[in-house]
């Protein structure tokens, strides 16, 4: 069907497009062809376009009966080889972490966009707020990592969810695309890239043509590296013959050793997080005052840096642009000479500010600009930089 | 004859469809977990023996098992078969995923009364509604067996469970009728006492497009039947029951407490009361989602 693969990608060239339109064509470029999802402000537009694109490409998008429905039945068309996703907010989040921790323990791979609304309970709902990052975390019961990436604009809504697929492809782990209610309804220009460009940096979901009886994660007793198959498809060879969400071994059988289990399912991320970790690093060789941030703060972030340079005070910023797994030592690594860092975060509590702290160990201040529902304007971030500097 | 008495006079031949089941695979016998007098051993065997006598291709059928009791089964059902043990009530919406994805497929769903009309009830309703192809079996041994005997959905008034001590007071939820009222085209009940109906029924669900939805009455002596005595019923209620606290007893009270369908419709409501109603309740096909989501995509494709 070459019509069918044609209209797969945006012609090349500049688009205006809208946040989550932006992330659902990058979803779609990257080979999505199932979307289970159920509409809740500010995720709704997702659903909506991809109900639209999916069925061109042949794909399959459904409205199920609630969240529950909706992420079960993305990973029930993980298994049988699709690449799937689903769209939702903090409320969606709460309800699905049932079955991601299931989808963690069986290594399925999905995309999870999280369009953050303001908190809790109904909250406000067109309102941003990065509340859901420690329910990302944790999400679920039982332990395991995930991944979760913050985009700052509708160009990395499109290019990041790319990302997030290969990562959820490679890692076998939730990956979680941090969008939130005014990125997701912000209109910007987004250049597509020519198909074939993008079609070199997408990892297509293929069983492999030997299909080894090892099916999962494990660690190889040799060498002591972590080895992550590709992920199994029902209704090929290349298949455990049950599916079982205890702790268990390689080949998918119950493993009488569940703290080997849980290791391998902190370790297979932890161990790659040199390759996983995604961060920019502006202007931060002779910094002496560190802002740290990730999604919508960064864009004051570095507004807020360059009018602090022009007024010659030493400032940079570290961005990140996968917040979990937390980069440890790159962070400790920035911060090791910073006579403060600032951390701006959409919300009131710092759960990054947090993590910064946990790894200076508080041997360095740390200034939290908290803002809810609304963003930072460079004034806020500048006039603390002011202070700090004096 | 050669005279000769066997070597083993007591030596069983071996069951024919040990080899297919999976338990049989690995450990070389059909290393059921179940409790005596249960009937999830019945319906472990019959499905293995419809997956081999019908040649159902694995590929095509992958087995969705909720959380019950009854997970245990895939220790019983195929080797072949490729299983996926989906959390507590989510079977049916993990089954529409597959279909979806892969409409080649008949996802075949085992399910519980706690798993399909308690906590997934609403998914069970859904994928009615859809009528996605597919194979839903209820198991209903009217109880909570796994976590311990707990009041279920599903437990006949008066019963009494280790939640309902004083005997059980509330409404009961009835499968079928719920299958029946969410659209569902093939709707049939059945017991494990009839084994050869319960065969009929699952030969005649694989061939039909569209979802079908088995319910199965299946005893639980540990916790249903010890704790209830076989006069549970408004009909029975002057008799002395006594205990049900072996397979059989409980098999006899299943027959005595069923009611064939063509029977009911001449019984009143006080009659049928705390009865099972067995048989075929609707077979009308119908237009089937996967097919109905092709046409979508012909016209979203530019066709017509």
Redesign the interface.
């Given at each position: 069907m070459s019509s069918s693969s044609d209209k797969r990608f945006l012609p090349e060239g500049r688009h205006l497009l809208m946040g989550n339109i932006a992330m659902v064509e990058g979803a779609i470029s990257a080979g999505l062809t199932f979307f289970g999802g159920y509409p809740i402000t500010p995720s709704t537009e997702a659903i909506e376009h991809l109900a639209k694109r999916l069925p061109e490409i042949g794909g399959c998008c459904m409205q199920m009966e609630d969240e529950l429905a909706s992420i079960n039945s993305v990973i029930g068309a993980s298994l049988v080889g699709a690449k799937s996703m689903t769209a939702t907010s903090g409320p969606g989040l709460s309800l699905m972490t049932e079955t991601i921790s299931m989808a963690a323990n069986l290594e399925i791979p999905f995309v999870f966009c999280d369009v953050q609304r303001t908190g809790p309970g109904t909250g406000l709902v067109t309102e941003p707020h990065h509340n859901d990052l420690g329910l990302m975390r944790f999400s679920g019961n039982g332990e395991f990592q995930v991944i979760a990436i913050a985009p700052m604009n509708c160009q990395e809504l499109f290019d990041l969810t790319i990302t997030a697929f290969n990562y959820a492809e490679t890692y076998r782990c939730p990956v979680f695309l941090m969008s939130d209610a005014y990125l997701g309804h912000l209109h910007e220009v987004v250049n597509i890239p020519p198909k074939e460009e993008i079609l070199k940096r997408v990892i297509k979901r293929e069983s492999p043509e030997d299909a080894p009886a090892r099916v999962f994660s494990y660690k190889d007793r040799e060498t002591g590296e972590y080895v992550i198959p590709k992920p199994p498809i029902m209704g090929t060879d290349y298949c455990p013959g049950l599916f079982i969400h205890l702790p268990h071994g390689p080949e998918g059988l119950p493993t009488p050793k569940p703290m080997e289990f849980m290791e391998m399912m902190i370790e297979k991320i932890k161990s790659n997080i040199d390759k996983i970790t995604m961060v920019d690093k502006y202007k931060l060789e002779d910094a002496e005052i560190v802002i740290i941030a990730y999604g919508l703060p960064v864009r004051t972030s570095y507004r807020a840096v360059e009018i602090a340079r022009q007024e010659g005070i030493k400032v940079g910023l570290l961005r990140l642009i996968t917040v979990w797994p937390f980069p440890d030592e790159l962070v400790k690594e920035v911060v090791k000479d910073a006579k403060a860092v600032i951390v701006p975060e959409l919300n009131y509590t710092g759960i990054i500010a947090e993590q910064v702290q946990r790894v200076t160990k508080l041997t360095t201040p740390i200034i939290k600009i908290g803002k809810v529902a609304e963003f930072h304007h460079p004034d806020d971030i500048l006039k603390v930089i002011k202070e700090v500097a004096k | 004859m050669s005279g000769i008495a066997p070597m083993f006079p007591n030596e069983k031949p071996e069951h024919p469809y040990l080899q297919q089941s999976?338990g049989g695979k690995v450990f070389g016998n059909f290393a059921s977990l179940f409790c005596g007098g249960c009937g999830y051993g019945i319906i472990g065997q019959i499905f293995t023996r419809i997956f081999e006598d019908e040649k159902l291709d694995p590929?095509?059928h992958?087995t969705?098992i909720g959380i019950g009791c009854y997970s245990q089964i895939?220790l019983l059902v195929h080797?072949?078969?490729?299983?996926?043990?989906?959390?507590h009530g989510?079977a049916p919406?993990?089954?529409?995923?597959?279909k979806?994805?892969?409409p080649?497929?008949k996802p075949i769903v085992f399910s519980g009364d706690g798993d399909c009309l308690g906590i997934g009830g609403?998914?069970f309703?859904?994928i009615c509604r859809r009528n996605v192809d597919c194979l839903i079996m209820i198991f209903n041994n009217s109880i909570y067996a796994m976590t311990g005997g707990q009041g279920a959905p599903t437990t006949l008034y008066g019963a009494k469970s280790t939640t309902t001590p004083y005997t059980m007071f509330e409404n009961r939820t009835d499968g079928v009728k719920l299958a029946l009222a969410a659209g569902a085209p093939y709707v049939a009940r059945t017991t494990v006492a009839h084994p050869r109906t319960l065969m009929k029924y699952f030969r005649k669900a694989l061939r039909h497009k569209g979802t079908s939805v088995i319910e199965i009455i299946t005893p639980c002596v540990t916790y249903f039947g010890r704790k209830n005595l076989s006069n549970l019923g408004e009909e029975y209620k002057g008799e002395k029951g006594e205990k049900m606290d072996t397979g059989g007893k409980m098999i006899d009270w299943i027959k005595r407490n069923s009611v064939r369908i063509n029977q009911a419709k001449f019984m009143t409501d006080e009659e049928l009361f705390n009865k099972y109603i067995i048989g075929e309740f609707r077979y009308e096909p119908k237009p089937e989602y996967s097919d109905e989501?092709a046409k979508?995509?012909k016209?979203?494709?530019?066709g017509k």
């Amino acid at each position: 069907m070459s019509s069918s693969s044609d209209k797969r990608f945006l012609p090349e060239g500049r688009h205006l497009l809208m946040g989550n339109i932006a992330m659902v064509e990058g979803a779609i470029s990257a080979g999505l062809t199932f979307f289970g999802g159920y509409p809740i402000t500010p995720s709704t537009e997702a659903i909506e376009h991809l109900a639209k694109r999916l069925p061109e490409i042949g794909g399959c998008c459904m409205q199920m009966e609630d969240e529950l429905a909706s992420i079960n039945s993305v990973i029930g068309a993980s298994l049988v080889g699709a690449k799937s996703m689903t769209a939702t907010s903090g409320p969606g989040l709460s309800l699905m972490t049932e079955t991601i921790s299931m989808a963690a323990n069986l290594e399925i791979p999905f995309v999870f966009c999280d369009v953050q609304r303001t908190g809790p309970g109904t909250g406000l709902v067109t309102e941003p707020h990065h509340n859901d990052l420690g329910l990302m975390r944790f999400s679920g019961n039982g332990e395991f990592q995930v991944i979760a990436i913050a985009p700052m604009n509708c160009q990395e809504l499109f290019d990041l969810t790319i990302t997030a697929f290969n990562y959820a492809e490679t890692y076998r782990c939730p990956v979680f695309l941090m969008s939130d209610a005014y990125l997701g309804h912000l209109h910007e220009v987004v250049n597509i890239p020519p198909k074939e460009e993008i079609l070199k940096r997408v990892i297509k979901r293929e069983s492999p043509e030997d299909a080894p009886a090892r099916v999962f994660s494990y660690k190889d007793r040799e060498t002591g590296e972590y080895v992550i198959p590709k992920p199994p498809i029902m209704g090929t060879d290349y298949c455990p013959g049950l599916f079982i969400h205890l702790p268990h071994g390689p080949e998918g059988l119950p493993t009488p050793k569940p703290m080997e289990f849980m290791e391998m399912m902190i370790e297979k991320i932890k161990s790659n997080i040199d390759k996983i970790t995604m961060v920019d690093k502006y202007k931060l060789e002779d910094a002496e005052i560190v802002i740290i941030a990730y999604g919508l703060p960064v864009r004051t972030s570095y507004r807020a840096v360059e009018i602090a340079r022009q007024e010659g005070i030493k400032v940079g910023l570290l961005r990140l642009i996968t917040v979990w797994p937390f980069p440890d030592e790159l962070v400790k690594e920035v911060v090791k000479d910073a006579k403060a860092v600032i951390v701006p975060e959409l919300n009131y509590t710092g759960i990054i500010a947090e993590q910064v702290q946990r790894v200076t160990k508080l041997t360095t201040p740390i200034i939290k600009i908290g803002k809810v529902a609304e963003f930072h304007h460079p004034d806020d971030i500048l006039k603390v930089i002011k202070e700090v500097a004096k | 004859m050669s005279g000769i008495a066997p070597m083993f006079p007591n030596e069983k031949p071996e069951h024919p469809y040990l080899q297919q089941s999976y338990g049989g695979k690995v450990f070389g016998n059909f290393a059921s977990l179940f409790c005596g007098g249960c009937g999830y051993g019945i319906i472990g065997q019959i499905f293995t023996r419809i997956f081999e006598d019908e040649k159902l291709d694995p590929k095509l059928h992958p087995t969705v098992i909720g959380i019950g009791c009854y997970s245990q089964i895939m220790l019983l059902v195929h080797e072949a078969a490729q299983k996926v043990l989906a959390l507590h009530g989510r079977a049916p919406a993990v089954a529409t995923g597959m279909k979806m994805a892969n409409p080649k497929m008949k996802p075949i769903v085992f399910s519980g009364d706690g798993d399909c009309l308690g906590i997934g009830g609403n998914h069970f309703i859904h994928i009615c509604r859809r009528n996605v192809d597919c194979l839903i079996m209820i198991f209903n041994n009217s109880i909570y067996a796994m976590t311990g005997g707990q009041g279920a959905p599903t437990t006949l008034y008066g019963a009494k469970s280790t939640t309902t001590p004083y005997t059980m007071f509330e409404n009961r939820t009835d499968g079928v009728k719920l299958a029946l009222a969410a659209g569902a085209p093939y709707v049939a009940r059945t017991t494990v006492a009839h084994p050869r109906t319960l065969m009929k029924y699952f030969r005649k669900a694989l061939r039909h497009k569209g979802t079908s939805v088995i319910e199965i009455i299946t005893p639980c002596v540990t916790y249903f039947g010890r704790k209830n005595l076989s006069n549970l019923g408004e009909e029975y209620k002057g008799e002395k029951g006594e205990k049900m606290d072996t397979g059989g007893k409980m098999i006899d009270w299943i027959k005595r407490n069923s009611v064939r369908i063509n029977q009911a419709k001449f019984m009143t409501d006080e009659e049928l009361f705390n009865k099972y109603i067995i048989g075929e309740f609707r077979y009308e096909p119908k237009p089937e989602y996967s097919d109905e989501y092709a046409k979508i995509q012909k016209i979203a494709m530019g066709g017509k």
